[in-house]
Every structure is written in structure tokens, then in C-alpha cells.
């Protein structure tokens, strides 16, 4: 008889790494480096098993799929690979003259030990290696716990993973909420989280049992704000892009269109222009259009369809799970489009009489993780900079800011806490020791 062996209960998952952390394994630097490059041998072998899976969970084109998730991985760990030596250098720190003149003090990045991944499903690749990469780069042993709501992806990486990276120290653990629920208990010494703010807040609660440090990556609404003195065809354009990559289903993506009444009117047409250029006048037809999740993120999204005049889109099919890219015009604030994160391809258009108006609208709501401005004048682009907040800001293209990996990713407020890529994950993956030497002669 074939029988399959149980799988591994998440208390001795975490005990292991425990104890293979503990012997040093992951701490040298050509650990680590392997363990990086193994991961970049991982999506080129196997880029296509991963894309196959992206494209069943979420009907990803293979060109997005690349894009956004196996060539932006790559990205990251091409990255880290020239520049960890430089940035895991010890620091030295100025003496203060009482120490005397011998005394020295720098410091040193320690790896945290045992850390834990958690990824959502709307980049369920990407979401869940980019973190991985800061991790192993920062000499941690990593438990990672893929989305059950991306099964696919989630089965390709339990799969491939463990082929290619170190499993005395690297493990998946799959499943939904009992199996999140038991591994939250286990000691962590850091958890990475991805996902939405409800959840957030039981990983939270469930860290602090242990004084675990956390990393919340959320979302919520991000605005766009258009100056009436942009060119109003190339906002349409990138706005278009943006919003509707990956159907709508982005963190970052532009949740909303902010401007005024004129403005407004003026971008309707552009909008509808640009949305057929990109994926034709029906977009179901379009290889390059995604599709919405499940049926249940399908029914919520339909059901804030009639929250605004369709000026483009609005067509549905469930059997498909398709939600056509459809702009809203004439929407109120207090519609039920306006509540929530969208999270899918219905693009609203709120109106403000002017900027202070915008602003005020902006900062009477939970801090967005990205702010889009498009505005050619400079106060206005000042103004917007220095009186919101938000985890990021992009002036004339949205999404774009993380695929800097020089910048620091993360939200603040409503839209997470911490940040990571490139340094900012060794800065989130480590502990940064301070060291005073007092030569004893
Ligand atoms: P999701 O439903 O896949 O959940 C994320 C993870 O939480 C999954 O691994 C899931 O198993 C786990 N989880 C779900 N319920 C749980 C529970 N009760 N206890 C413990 N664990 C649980 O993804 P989602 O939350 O629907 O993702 C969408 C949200 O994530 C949006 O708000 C989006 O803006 C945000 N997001 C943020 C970023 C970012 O980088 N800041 C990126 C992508 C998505």
C-alpha cells in the first residue's frame, strides 16, 4: 500500500528549524548567497510550472505572470546577491570621550532565527518569495505558509521549494485557517505578513503572546489625484495600466480617481480610450486580462456595480469569474464602492471642488498604502507630499515605486507597519546588535 506520511505538525516544524538554527548553518555569508541562487535556479527551471499555476488560480497572462511575479523575484535576488556583503558590513559608531581613547563600538546584523511568511493570494507568488529572499539573505530558517486561496500556486511552491532550498532550515506549511491558527502559536522570532487588516490583527494579537515582532503588509485605498493640469490622455493611459493589471487585484493599485467635476468629465472619454487600447473593446476576449478569484470576491465586487454611473465596462459573467474594466462616474462618497477597498477592476471617479478639497478628503480616511499624484505644478505636487501620509508615493505612474528596490515597501497606519526590499529586508530580518569593546589592558 502507497501511504502517504502525515504531514509534519507545525510545533515540530518550528522545532526543527529551531535546532538547525542553532547549529550556525545559515549565518555564513555562502549559506546564505547559495541558498539565494538555488532560489533563482528555482524560477528559471521552473518559471513555467509557476506560471502554469498562476494562470489557473487567477487566469494570469504568462507575460504578467513573469512581470509581476517570476522575473520581479528575480529582480530582487540579483539585487541582494551585489549588495549583501556591503550591507551586512559591521557599522562603527563614535565613543563618547569618558570611554577613553582605546574604546571602540560598531554594529553587527544577527539573523532573528526562526521566522514566518504568511502571503496572500493576489500575487501568490511574489508575495510569498520576495519576503523569503530578505529572509535567507539575513541567515534566518524561514517557515512559509502559501494562500489556499491561490491552491495552485500554493501546491507549485510546496512542490518546488523544497527541491531546491535547504529543508533542514526552509519548510512549507499549506493550508488555511486551522493550519495559520496552530502555526501562530508556535514561538516565531519574526512574522511577515501579507494580507488584509482584519487578519492582521489576529497574527498580531497571536505574536504578542510571544513578543514576536511583526511585519503587516496590508492594503486599502489608494487614491490617484489628477490635476486638471495634467495631460489628461497619458493619466488615462497609465491609470488604465495599473488599475486593471492582474484584474484589479492589486494592493498598490489605484482604488480611486480624485479630481475635480471638470477634470472629471474630460477623463471619462480617455479612460474608455485607453482601456480599449490596452485589452480591446471586450476584454474577455483579451489573453492579457485576468480573472477575479473566487465566486465570493466575485458576487462583492458585482454588487458595487451600481455605485456610480458605468462609463466604460460593467459587464459580468460568473461562470468565468470575468468583471469586465469598468470606470464609475457621479460617485458619491458614502457609496458602498467608496467603503472598502476594492481589490478588483471597478475604477470610481469622486469628485472635490479643488485640492484642499482633496486633501482634506484624503486625510479624512485611514492612510492609504499609495498615493498617486498627476500633476505637472509643483506646489500642487509639494502641497500633496507634505500634508498626506501614506505608505508610498508615486507622482505620475502607479504600481512602479516597488519595483525600486532601493526603496523601503510598506504601508502606514491602516496600510501596515514595517517595510521591506532590498537593505529594508535585511534591516526587517535582523537584529542589529550594538557592540562597545574596552580593550581590559
Ligand atoms: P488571503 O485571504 O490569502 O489571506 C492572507 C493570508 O492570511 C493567507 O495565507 C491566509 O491563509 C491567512 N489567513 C486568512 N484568514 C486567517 C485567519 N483567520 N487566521 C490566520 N490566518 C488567516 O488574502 P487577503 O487578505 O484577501 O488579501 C487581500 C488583502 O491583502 C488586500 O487588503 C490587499 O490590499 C492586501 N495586500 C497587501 C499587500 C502589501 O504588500 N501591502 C500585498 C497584497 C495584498
Known amino acids: 500500500m502507497n501511504q502517504q506520511p502525515a504531514p509534519?505538525?507545525?510545533?515540530?516544524?518550528?522545532?526543527?528549524?529551531?535546532?538547525?538554527?542553532?547549529?550556525?548553518?545559515?549565518?555564513?555569508?555562502?549559506?546564505?548567497?547559495?541558498?539565494?541562487?538555488r532560489l533563482r535556479e528555482m524560477l528559471t527551471e521552473r518559471g513555467a510550472d509557476l506560471a502554469a499555476a498562476l494562470h489557473a488560480d487567477l487566469g494570469k497572462s504568462s507575460t504578467e505572470a513573469y512581470r509581476t511575479e517570476i522575473d520581479f523575484t528575480?529582480?530582487?535576488?540579483?539585487?541582494?546577491?551585489?549588495?549583501?556583503?556591503?550591507?551586512?558590513?559591521?557599522?562603527?559608531?563614535?565613543?563618547?570621550?569618558?570611554?577613553?581613547?582605546?574604546?571602540?563600538?560598531?554594529?553587527?546584523?544577527?539573523?532573528?532565527?526562526?521566522?514566518?511568511?504568511?502571503?496572500?493570494?493576489?500575487?501568490?507568488?511574489?508575495?510569498?518569495?520576495?519576503?523569503?529572499v530578505g529572509a535567507l539573505a539575513a541567515g534566518n530558517a524561514v517557515v512559509v505558509k502559501p494562500s489556499e486561496l491561490a491552491p495552485a500556486t500554493s501546491a507549485a511552491l510546496a512542490r518546488l521549494l523544497p527541491e531546491f532550498l535547504d529543508t533542514e532550515t526552509f519548510a512549507v506549511v499549506e493550508g488555511g485557517v486551522p493550519e495559520t491558527t496552530a502555526l501562530l502559536a508556535e514561538r516565531f522570532d519574526h512574522i511577515f505578513y501579507t494580507g488584509n487588516g482584519v487578519v492582521g490583527r489576529i497574527v498580531m494579537r497571536a505574536a504578542a503572546e510571544h513578543l514576536t515582532p511583526v511585519t503587516l503588509e496590508l492594503g486599502g485605498?489608494?487614491?490617484?489625484?489628477?490635476?486638471?493640469?495634467?495631460?489628461?490622455?497619458?493619466?488615462?493611459?497609465?491609470?488604465?495600466?495599473?488599475?486593471?493589471?492582474?484584474?484589479?487585484?492589486?494592493?498598490?493599485?489605484?482604488?480611486?480617481?480624485?479630481?475635480?467635476?471638470?477634470?472629471?468629465?474630460?477623463?471619462?472619454?480617455?479612460?474608455?480610450?485607453?482601456?480599449?487600447?490596452?485589452?480591446?473593446?471586450?476584454?474577455?476576449?483579451?489573453?492579457?486580462?485576468?480573472?477575479?478569484?473566487?465566486?465570493?470576491?466575485?458576487?462583492?465586487?458585482?454588487?458595487?456595480?451600481?455605485?456610480?454611473?458605468?462609463?466604460?465596462?460593467?459587464?459580468?459573467?460568473?461562470?468565468?469569474?470575468?468583471?469586465?474594466?469598468?470606470?464609475?462616474?457621479?460617485?458619491?462618497?458614502?457609496?458602498?464602492?467608496?467603503?472598502?477597498?476594492?481589490?478588483?477592476?471597478?475604477?470610481?471617479?469622486?469628485?472635490?471642488?479643488?485640492?484642499?478639497?482633496?486633501?482634506?478628503?484624503?486625510?479624512?480616511?485611514d492612510k492609504p498604502l499609495a498615493l498617486y499624484v498627476?500633476?505637472?505644478?509643483?506646489?500642487?505636487?509639494?502641497?500633496?507630499?507634505?500634508?498626506?501620509?501614506?505608505?508610498?508615493?508615486?507622482?505620475?505612474?502607479?504600481?512602479?515605486h516597488l519595483t525600486v528596490s532601493d526603496l523601503p515597501f510598506g504601508g502606514v497606519g491602516e496600510s501596515g507597519m514595517g517595510n521591506y526590499h532590498g537593505r529594508y529586508s535585511i534591516e526587517t530580518f535582523s537584529h542589529r546588535k550594538a557592540i562597545l569593546n574596552k580593550p581590559l589592558g
Open 74 to 132: 528575480i529582480r530582487e535576488i540579483d539585487h541582494t546577491l551585489d549588495h549583501l556583503e556591503e550591507w551586512l558590513r559591521p557599522e562603527s559608531a563614535p565613543v563618547p570621550a569618558h570611554l577613553g581613547a582605546d574604546a571602540t563600538a560598531w554594529t553587527q546584523y544577527d539573523p532573528l532565527g526562526v521566522v514566518l511568511v504568511i502571503a496572500p493570494w493576489n500575487y501568490p507568488a511574489q508575495l510569498l518569495l520576495a519576503p523569503v
Open 374 to 400: 498627476f500633476a505637472e505644478s509643483r506646489t500642487t505636487r509639494d502641497r500633496l507630499a507634505a500634508e498626506t501620509s501614506s505608505g508610498g508615493l508615486g507622482y505620475g505612474l502607479p504600481l512602479a
Open 8 to 37: 509534519e505538525q507545525p510545533a515540530d516544524v518550528v522545532a526543527r528549524l529551531r535546532a538547525a538554527f542553532r547549529t550556525g548553518r545559515t549565518k555564513p555569508l555562502t549559506w546564505r548567497t547559495t541558498q539565494l541562487r
Open 221 to 365: 485605498k489608494s487614491p490617484a489625484f489628477v490635476d486638471p493640469d495634467a495631460d489628461l490622455a497619458v493619466v488615462a493611459d497609465r491609470l488604465a495600466r495599473g488599475k486593471f493589471l492582474n484584474a484589479g487585484q492589486t494592493c498598490v493599485a489605484p482604488d480611486y480617481v480624485l479630481t475635480d467635476p471638470e477634470t472629471a468629465a474630460a477623463l471619462e472619454p480617455l479612460l474608455t480610450k485607453a482601456i480599449q487600447a490596452v485589452y480591446g473593446t471586450d476584454a474577455s476576449a483579451s489573453g492579457e486580462y485576468g480573472r477575479i478569484v473566487n465566486e465570493r470576491h466575485f458576487d462583492r465586487l458585482t454588487g458595487l456595480l451600481d455605485s456610480g454611473r458605468v462609463v466604460v465596462g460593467g459587464d459580468t459573467d460568473r461562470s468565468q469569474k470575468y468583471i469586465a474594466p469598468t470606470v464609475l462616474a457621479d460617485v458619491d462618497p458614502a457609496s458602498p464602492v467608496m467603503q472598502e477597498e476594492i481589490f478588483g477592476p471597478i475604477l470610481p471617479i469622486v469628485t472635490v471642488p479643488d485640492l484642499d478639497g482633496a486633501i482634506d478628503f484624503i486625510n479624512d480616511r
